[in-house]
């Protein structure tokens, strides 16, 4: 993991630096469904959303990256946890976004959640889908052509899932 790494809640002074990396995954496209007519206050309101908890991996006191932490389903459906989690374009490959991953499914299992399911990883993305994968995760469905994606067209997205 990189060294100095801090992972934290995040407060309303992280929003702009969120934005930011919210920013890069709407430019490229490839890994949210996120439009590129979105703007700031809409990332915001995803990222930092009331629904669930926000942290943010931070590095010499700025954000590296981030992920939101919910229930998949509200009611009957909460026991299973959803999250999303980006990592700003000049950090990837550090490490960053694994040391987010087990810190969200730590937490996860401390607030009683029994397993962790993700709802469309884009099967294309190969970064999210090998993380997921070493991290225990199956794919348990393959959606056909569900995401319209920037250069390769409709592409597959997976249903991905663990016990917890
Ligand atoms: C997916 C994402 C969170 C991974 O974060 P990261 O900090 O780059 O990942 P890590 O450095 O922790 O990599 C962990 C492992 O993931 C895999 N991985 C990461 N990037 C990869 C890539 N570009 N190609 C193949 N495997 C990759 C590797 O197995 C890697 O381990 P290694 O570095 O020991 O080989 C990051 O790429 C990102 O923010 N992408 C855009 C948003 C996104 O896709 N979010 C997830 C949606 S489901």
Redesign the pocket.
């Known amino acids: 993991m990189e060294e100095g790494l801090v992972i934290r809640d995040a407060t309303a002074a992280d929003a702009p630096a969120i934005v930011a990396i919210g920013r ?2 709407v430019e ?1 496209g490839d ?2 469904v996120f439009p590129p007519a979105t703007t700031d206050d809409e990332l915001k309101a995803y990222w930092l959303s009331p629904a669930g908890r926000t942290f943010v991996a931070v590095l010499d006191q700025h954000p590296v ?1 981030c992920y939101f932490l919910r229930s998949n389903y509200p009611g009957r459906g909460r026991h299973v946890a959803n999250a ?4 700003a374009r000049r ?11 087990e810190h969200s499914l730590e937490l996860a299992r401390q607030l009683g959640f029994q397993a962790m399911q ?1 709802n ?3 099967s294309t ?4 889908v ?3 994968r ?1 991290l225990g995760f199956r794919i348990v469905g393959t959606l056909p052509k569900v995401f319209d994606h920037p250069t390769r067209g409709q592409v597959d997205a997976y249903v991905m899932h663990r016990l917890l």
């Open positions: 890069e995954l490229d890994t949210y990256g999303s989690y980006a990592v950090f990837t490959r550090r490490g960053i976004g694994r040391a987010m991953a993700f469309l990883v884009v993305n190969e970064a999210a090998t993380l997921w070493t």
